[in-house]
């Protein structure tokens, strides 16, 4: 074969993996409208309005003859997709593992979730239950989804360009809910003049994310192949997947020790993001209006913030950013912790704190487990680290509200959290990243 073959077929590989990566990006532009503007903003006031219509004299429904108060229905409708998730998770990972079928396996998810999420246009009255059952199976079809999407980084980036195509990915998910959050709030701020009822306005916008995940998952599903699997193994059962793939990461300790220490900052990351709408109501005194601005705010810096950790990873390695992020979080808490009440311009300047290392620090954090995963084990081993992102993160929760029930101060609960990443940061400082990527069978690239 000659010189000259050789070169085409070396630039035909490149530019192969340029047309996947430029689709990867897209199943993070396509279902991160459902995580923006469905849980984040809408959903969670509203399906509690729809239960506490629904609910008796005392504030109960009664979901299969289980008196639950209608402001908790929310919560539990997100902890039992959890508990779905973890379920299936493994079961997917395996299979996808095992078969070499990721990209039918990422469509069914997609669509199953795509699907539900616009199912909720029909959410209205007192319909509680069905919008608990759409939560549940939109939520636990978006892990999976996002499981799958994960495993294919190693598959289309060498080991040299991950941080930057991870960031990427993150970037183009951040952008897109940005764009969709303020389009769903011109919408919802003016519904009288497109001749819509305020519950209407918001069952459009919970379902033009359902339809915007459905329609750009296309691209990925387009550009995105297989590949041959090197196994072929009847799957287990969801929990005796999930401990076998836990079996398996105890011969790679130091992959195990990473997976630690990402759970823990990572508790600490989702529960800022989830407790500072409550932080600016309840102790800052902020409006709704204020904290939907400081969504769209984050949302739009951590686009920034995504590219921008990108690029210093590749000067000073994935590691170190990442452990600069954590340090970066911890300042930012501790400004908040002072933050004056009925100042809406500091909490903006809080969230944009949390806008900027937010992208960078999760997009620097799959990239680098990446290098971590032993060939052939992708979407099992990325089925654990998604129950990690998502399926284990009540700890912090779990703190913010002891340390509020004991204190009375959100201050006091906010603070609180600073102990994740200290932890965090001293368990991935820990981590000797370049033995662990040779440990694990894969080559080590020159700045991680």
């Given at each position: 074969?000659?010189?000259d073959t050789?070169?085409?077929d070396a630039?035909d590989d490149?530019?192969g ?9 897209f199943?993070d532009?396509?279902?991160?409208v459902?995580s ?5 903003v809408f959903?969670?006031?509203?399906l509690t309005a729809v239960?506490?219509?629904?609910a008796?004299?005392?504030g109960?429904?009664h979901?299969?003859?289980?008196p639950v108060?209608?402001?908790?229905f ?5 902890s039992?997709s959890?508990?779905?998730a973890?379920v ?8 996808a ?6 990209k039918p396996?990422?469509a069914?998810?997609?669509y199953?979730?795509?699907?539900a999420t616009t199912?909720?246009?029909?959410l209205d009255?007192?319909r509680?239950?069905l919008g608990g ?8 079809a978006?892990?999976?989804?996002m499981m799958?999407y994960?495993s294919?980084?190693?598959?289309i ?6 941080d930057a195509?991870?960031s990427r ?5 951040y952008a897109?809910?940005s764009?969709v959050l ?11 003049s497109f ?7 918001v069952?459009v ?6 339809l915007?995940?459905?329609a ?6 387009r550009?995105l192949?297989d590949r041959?699997?090197?196994v072929?193994r ?9 401990a076998?793939?836990?079996r398996d990461m ?6 195990l020790?990473f997976?630690l220490a990402y759970?823990i ?6 529960t800022?993001i ?9 102790e800052?005194?902020?409006g709704q209006?204020t904290?939907?601005m400081?969504v769209l705010?984050?949302?739009?810096l951590?686009?920034?913030g995504?590219l921008?950790m990108?690029?210093l ?5 994935a590691q170190r950013t990442i452990l ?5 979080w911890?300042l930012?808490?501790?400004a908040?912790?002072?933050?004056p009440?009925n100042a809406?311009?500091f909490?903006?300047?809080l ?17 680098l487990?990446?290098h ?5 084990k992708?979407?099992?081993?990325f089925?654990a680290?998604?129950l990690s992102?998502?399926g284990?993160s ?6 913010f509200?002891?340390t509020?029930?004991l204190?009375g101060s959100?201050?006091s609960a ?17 981590v000797p990243?370049?033995?662990?990527i ?6 080590v690239?020159?700045?991680?």
């Amino acid at each position: 074969m000659g010189t000259d073959t050789l070169r085409k077929d070396a630039a035909d590989d490149t530019a192969g993996l340029r047309r996947e990566q430029r689709g990867w990006y897209f199943y993070d532009w396509a279902c991160s409208v459902y995580s923006t503007s469905v849980v984040t903003v809408f959903l969670g006031p509203y399906l509690t309005a729809v239960a506490e219509r629904a609910a008796d004299a005392d504030g109960y429904v009664h979901p299969l003859g289980v008196p639950v108060r209608a402001g908790s229905f929310f919560a539990y409708s997100v902890s039992l997709s959890v508990i779905l998730a973890v379920v299936v998770m493994p079961v997917v990972g395996g299979v996808a593992d095992r078969t070499g079928r990721k990209k039918p396996l990422l469509a069914a998810a997609a669509y199953i979730g795509a699907a539900a999420t616009t199912g909720m246009f029909f959410l209205d009255g007192d319909r509680y239950l069905l919008g608990g059952a759409l939560l549940v199976v939109a939520n636990a079809a978006q892990s999976v989804g996002m499981m799958l999407y994960n495993s294919y980084l190693p598959q289309i980036a060498p080991p040299e360009e991950r941080d930057a195509v991870s960031s990427r990915g993150w970037a183009f998910g951040y952008a897109a809910g940005s764009t969709v959050l303020v389009a769903n709030l011109v919408l919802y701020s003016a519904h009288d003049s497109f001749g819509l009822t305020e519950t209407a306005a918001v069952r459009v916008c919970l379902a033009s994310a359902g339809l915007w995940w459905g329609a750009f998952t296309l691209v990925p599903l387009r550009r995105l192949r297989d590949r041959h699997a090197r196994v072929e193994r009847a799957p287990a059962a969801g929990l005796r997947q999930l401990a076998a793939t836990v079996r398996d990461m105890r011969r790679h300790p130091l992959t195990l020790a990473f997976l630690l220490a990402y759970l823990i900052y990572n508790d600490g990351i989702q529960t800022v993001i989830t407790q500072a709408s409550v932080y600016g109501s309840q102790e800052l005194g902020l409006g709704q209006s204020t904290l939907i601005m400081a969504v769209l705010l984050v949302q739009v810096l951590a686009v920034a913030g995504a590219l921008a950790m990108g690029r210093l990873a590749r000067t000073y390695g994935a590691q170190r950013t990442i452990l600069g992020s954590l340090v970066a979080w911890t300042l930012t808490l501790a400004a908040g912790y002072f933050l004056p009440a009925n100042a809406p311009v500091f909490f903006f300047v809080l969230a944009a704190g949390i806008g900027l290392v937010l992208g960078g620090s999760q997009a620097l954090s799959r990239s680098l487990f990446s290098h971590l995963v032993p060939p052939g084990k992708e979407a099992e081993y990325f089925s654990a680290y998604e129950l990690s992102d998502r399926g284990m993160s009540w700890l912090g929760p779990l703190l913010f509200g002891m340390t509020y029930q004991l204190t009375g101060s959100y201050r006091s609960a906010i603070i609180s959290l600073v102990a994740f990443f200290v932890i965090g940061f001293v368990l991935l400082a820990r981590v000797p990243v370049r033995r662990a990527i040779g440990e694990a069978g894969n080559p080590v690239p020159g700045k991680i």
